[in-house]
């Protein structure tokens, strides 16, 4: 966490490794307040660079797809344009003002310029009950897809056939260079145990929620299905189905959860075994370690 010396300013910043140090730095401004440029440009002098500024800034601008241009649009344009830095908005909404029905674009994704041909930006679809669309923001070559380093599966091993392969032999030792001995023999366990001994799979596991039933699963694409539906023609007929959808989706959710509740607390018993809890335990949480990290 990095300390930001801002009195008026909400503003929290930390520092990620992905690929390379980046200060990611978020940041609210509430429409009504008056914030000096002086403040904005300080902030941008206490982050390290090279660095993400996120957050909702409330303003307009059409330089980020509003109709409208206010005094706090053109204030961030100017604290773009004084600092050099890019923006990596691409038009997309990024706010619903429910009352009106309307959507807008208040949150906004700058960095900068080092970063601005390494990442790609897109808005979320959902709200996930939020008024906000969630900002993602990822390396342009990274492909979306998040993977964890293979690993050997050792109950599955062929162990003859490991032994036959991993043969360490008298010339790959009688070398006059020490390094390349090391090196001859390493690469003959390594090449055994590529070809017998499985590997797990690189692809992101999918935690399955224990209360997850076909009743949540339908209702969820129904409220997905108005809600596109909504955006697409914002009148309040569809809005008013969007609504109805969204809270008979959540009823369905809870009594599910509630079920699924009920039911783990009377499998356990004085007879069930700590592996069996464990399991169960891992299931539950299952849903709070597969949250994806978004900005």
């Known amino acids: 966490m990095l300390p930001l010396e801002l009195a008026t300013l909400e503003a929290v910043a930390v520092q990620v490794h992905a690929r390379t140090l980046v200060t990611v730095c978020s940041v609210y401004i509430p429409p009504h307040d008056v914030i000096s440029h002086h403040v904005l440009d300080n902030l941008i002098e206490q982050l390290p660079t090279p660095f993400l500024l996120l957050g909702d800034f409330n303003g307009h601008s059409a330089l980020w797809g509003s109709d409208v241009t206010n005094t706090r649009g053109r ?12 923006l990596l908005n691409n038009n997309e909404k990024t706010y619903f003002h429910e ?7 208040l949150d906004l994704a700058i960095c900068s310029p080092t970063l601005m041909p390494l990442l790609d930006f897109t808005v979320g679809k959902d709200l996930y009950n939020s008024d906000h669309f969630p900002l993602i923001v990822s390396y342009a070559d990274s492909g979306g897809a998040i993977q964890y380093p293979p690993r050997y599966l050792f109950q599955r091993a062929d162990w003859s056939a490991f032994m036959q392969l ?19 023999i390493v690469d003959s366990i390594i090449n055994a145990a590529n070809n017998t001994i499985p590997r797990s799979s690189t692809r992101l596991r999918k935690f399955r929620r224990p209360w997850w039933n076909e009743a ?14 909504f955006r697409r023609y914002p009148t309040t007929e569809n809005h008013v189905a969007f609504k109805r959808a969204k809270a008979l989706a959540r009823r369905i959710r809870r009594r599910s959860q509630r079920e699924s509740w009920i039911n783990f607390i009377s499998s356990i018993t004085s007879s069930i075994s700590s592996k069996q809890l464990w399991k169960k335990s891992r299931l539950l949480m299952g849903s709070i370690m597969n949250i994806p990290f978004l900005f």
């Open 216 to 229: 949540c699963r339908d209702s969820r694409r129904e409220e997905k299905k108005l809600w596109n539906i």
């Open 99 to 105: 009352p009106t029905r309307t959507f807008h674009s």
């Open 75 to 86: 204030q961030i344009e100017q604290l773009i344009s004084n600092n050099c830095l890019c």
């Open 166 to 184: 991993a043969d360490v032999t008298e010339s790959m030792v009688c070398t006059e260079d020490i390094t390349e001995a090391v090196q001859n």
